[in-house]
């Protein structure tokens, strides 16, 4: 298989667009990374196309893909829409390596996009809802009755259907406390982290500096989980454009090398995310303690800390001390989700995993402004998505390297 | 890129599941697959799964690949979830043929679902009519009120979504009769042909054998369509299983070599079905003479006769004149739509391009029964998916050989 670059990337500030729709947000994220590649995007052979919940907030069912990029004058390619839930993006990443790793095409896009936000808010969460086998939920939900549970902002997804996985991570947080003596304050520390580097970030979603006092009193999602721990729900897209390492140099003096891209599924067996990890390091001849920096799937802060461990950053159990130690911070050794992550960045479900690799391929250049990382050389990314019997549904690891 | 083999299928018999939900389907369909390649599916290392609209219809708007593989105790591997609109089969075969053809996994499975028929019919049509920019639909449906249509029953589609297409393939229709004095009788024969050969097939959703005058006589859609000349709405599911053609003899004394694989999408220039078999005719190194069968997307019999040209069967115009001399029957130098195809197997969307991979396997095989072609070499398939300027957005063509 040929070695794979990315060449540009492009994303918009993940936010809530009332007003813009996915067109619009796909288009300047695609624009974005036209310009930053300096490609022409008559020069794009094929695209991938990420989003995983369209059809169910404003109808689009299909081609969704089709219909954006033929709109900004994009036709005639082979467009792929693919689909993993919030790893739609990370999916979308994958095809469009596998289109250049195989030979088949040069120069491929992939691009993220999500519309979340909708003036009937009931849609967004009956979207979330979605993301697990939906029957099971029926079981589940009917289950979840007969025992009260908290109820969620905007921030925190509001409905009981975003609630539900919320329910999902802090039963996995106080299991964790209770295994490990992990604290709350460190969940609310990663928390602190993420917002302090997304108000950084100038594609964040949120950019407010928050004290951990102020994580800490937000509003209770679900015992140990406060509102400001939370990935929001947001609109947004996010696009890169990857060829042949072997042609990079045409396009820029800095490609970003694919190192590996591994996607993998839940099984009875658990420990997806450490069997993905491992393939990705495996194939990238490297491990945890290469990576100088990580863009990881922290749709709540506790999340962050278990991937510590389930990445390899360190031993199971001692996520909490990486917090303590400041290892995972701007200026620590390893910082993780210098964007401010799913937390603070925004999570627009089908463009994150576009956006995660959008924040390394900056970093890795040195392009990343007030929230760059000293000098990285390799990083990963991690997105997951969807949840089938407690395990989730796709996980995909990726690493890059300048 | 590794030359590639198809070396098993299966399919459940297309039709009105009301009792029946997608996993269920599916889980037939992957297990003939698996039987017919004599494999264990604890040797699949990826799935690629094709479903259009279950989100509109069920509610299951992610992950639903995982959905029904986790159910059959398939887990752990990548699965990708792709969506075409009536070309998310083909697509979810084109993928899984890349992960092949790559070098990335040696046995992978493709998987074309869906589940059309819902209690309320409403929602089948919203998702029918999800297959173009809805934006833009919304648009004409305003313009289309205007004037008047024709309603439509079960068989073409019943709604005015459905009827949409069946407009536009009915003014589609029009057009060749008057440019090439194309007449209504050789759409019917079209008609009469697939219905005769879906009779032969046991994977049929309609068995009936329809004289000339029955597919005349039966009620109008849109002149000159009438309901027999349209493909019903249906549930089904069908799977392939590809591996290097290196391997395919571990598995099987007759692999099916895929000879070309190719996704394209509509353009400004249009002739997107002519430059998708171009493509696959350049890259299989045969030219349309070269085949000895073809499945092709006859959502409606003129579409098949109109396809004939874009195919390379025929100059263009001359379509009609392959209906009169008998090229594509059964027992023609040429047959097409073996199965009955869209009109008489069956169309349900998601599942239908790989339902038309199951065909050319079987047939090219042998092993297609009382429809079987006299010792085919060559076939050939064109799925064709949802609609953006009145171009296919998505369009597939595959060659296979023995």
């Not at 997304?198 to 999602?221: C, F, H, K, M």
């Not at 140099?249 to 491992?278: I, N, W």
């Not at 990382?373 to 019997?389: D, F, H, Q, S, Y």
């Amino acid at each position: 298989m040929r070695e794979v670059a990315v060449i540009g990337a492009g994303m918009v500030r993940f936010g809530k667009y009332l007003d813009k729709g996915m067109k619009v947000l796909a288009r300047d994220a695609v624009s974005g990374a036209l310009a930053s590649a300096g490609v022409g995007q008559e020069r794009i052979q094929a695209a991938v196309v990420g989003n995983a919940m369209a059809g169910l907030i404003t109808g689009q069912e299909c081609v969704r893909g089709q219909v954006v990029l033929r709109e900004m004058g994009i036709s005639g390619i082979p467009v792929v829409n693919c689909e993993n839930a919030c790893a739609s993006a990370a999916t979308a990443f994958h095809l469009a390596w596998l289109y250049v790793a195989s030979g088949m095409y040069d120069v491929v896009l992939a691009l993220g996009m999500e519309k979340l936000y909708h003036s009937d808010k009931k849609r967004s969460f009956a979207a979330i809802a979605s993301a697990v086998d939906v029957e099971a939920m029926q079981a589940l939900k009917a289950q979840l009755q007969s025992r009260p549970h908290e109820g969620a902002g905007e921030q925190s997804g509001g409905g009981s259907s975003h609630s539900m996985f919320m329910d999902f991570y802090a039963s996995f947080a106080r299991k964790h406390m209770k295994t490990y003596g992990t604290t709350k304050e460190q969940f609310a520390r990663v928390a602190v982290k993420n917002h302090r580097n997304g108000s950084l970030n100038p594609y964040a979603q949120y950019r407010e500096v928050y004290t951990l006092e102020d994580i800490l009193n937000s509003p209770l999602i679900a015992e140990p989980l406060t509102r400001l721990m939370c990935s929001p729900i947001g609109d947004g897209a996010a696009a890169v454009l990857l060829c042949p390492q072997s042609m990079a140099g045409r396009y820029t003096a800095k490609p970003v090398r694919v190192l590996a891209s591994v996607l993998a599924s839940g099984s009875e067996e658990g420990a997806s995310v450490e069997r993905a990890a491992h393939q990705a390091y495996e194939t990238a001849g490297l491990g945890p303690h290469d990576c100088s920096v990580i863009e990881l799937h922290d749709a709540s802060s506790p999340a962050e800390l278990v991937l510590y461990e389930e990445l390899g950053l360190c031993r199971p159990g001692e996520g909490g001390k990486l917090v303590d130690d400041g290892t995972t911070e701007l200026t620590g050794r390893i910082p993780v989700n210098p964007s401010g992550g799913l937390i603070a960045r925004g999570h627009p479900v089908g463009a994150t995993g576009v956006a995660q690799i959008c924040e390394i391929f900056w970093q890795l250049r040195g392009e990343a402004g007030e929230r760059q990382v000293a000098n990285p050389k390799v990083g990963l990314t991690e997105n997951a998505g969807g949840m089938i019997r407690n395990e989730p549904a796709a996980v995909s690891v990726h690493i890059l390297g300048i």
